[in-house]
């Protein structure tokens, strides 16, 4: 089973603090994702990353920095947390669709993240 | 941005009824994924469905790729009470390119 491992569940900070969520995949995906989640706004897209080093802007990139030196790890940064930021975050991982023909996102349990 | 509809947002049902939900699109998609999130959790993947038209199952769900590709829909048969939660679409434009999601539909079952 693709299991998707996210730091903490539940994070309360201050604002102008600097956050950092992290989220491992232990299946060999190449490709990770940050999403936000809010109320009736459904799961917005951060960043994701396709590679070792690569990253790309999703939906909503401001306020937020991403970091992928291993394979495995994807981590978010809130360089300064506001209390806009206050929402639940999700990581996900997919394998590239030529390794496996299918790339279903796994989902990790998600961060609580309260800003302050 | 893409958007998905889903439709209805909330329900509240009894105990051992079938459910019906819907995802639309006005654009095509080529792949639909149905996801359940359970209060506090992330979604967990319940269906993948790749071609127009396609009917898979899973259990007491089933959801079927529209034949315009434009939507999809899950049914859930014999409601039990752990089928509380929201449940997810999420539709891919071409093969490789991002997922987007649409707002959940909230499934309450009552005893």
């Known amino acids: 089973d693709v299991k998707v491992t996210q730091s903490s569940r539940y994070l309360v900070k201050r604002t102008g603090e600097k956050v950092f969520l992290e989220c491992v995949q232990d299946?060999?995906?190449?490709?990770m994702f940050w999403y936000r989640q809010d109320p009736g706004l459904g799961l917005r897209l951060i960043y994701f990353s396709y590679d070792v080093k690569m990253k790309e802007k999703g939906d909503i990139p401001e306020g937020y920095s991403v970091s992928r030196e291993k394979k495995e790890r994807f981590s978010l940064i809130l360089e300064s947390a506001s209390t806009n930021q206050t929402s639940m975050y999700l990581c996900?991982?997919?394998?590239?669709?030529?390794?496996?023909?299918?790339?279903?996102?796994?989902f990790g349990p998600g961060t609580r993240l309260t800003v302050l | 941005g893409q958007q998905l509809n889903q439709s209805p947002q909330s329900m509240f049902i009894q105990e051992g009824e079938d459910v019906s939900m819907n995802c639309t699109s006005s654009?095509?998609?080529?792949?639909w994924l149905w996801y359940k999130q359970d209060p506090g959790e992330g979604p967990v993947l319940l269906i993948a469905l790749y071609k127009a038209g396609e009917l898979t199952s899973n259990g007491r769900l089933t959801a079927q790729f529209g034949i315009t590709r434009k939507d999809s829909f899950l049914n859930i048969s014999a409601s039990i009470p752990s089928d509380v939660g929201i449940y997810f679409c999420a539709g891919q434009f071409g093969y490789g390119q991002n997922f987007v999601f649409g707002p959940g539909t909230r499934l309450s079952v009552l005893p």
């Open positions: 299946m060999d995906h190449e490709n």
């Open positions: 654009s095509i998609f080529n792949t």
């Open positions: 996900a991982s997919s394998p590239a669709p030529q390794a496996s023909g299918s790339n279903e996102q796994f």
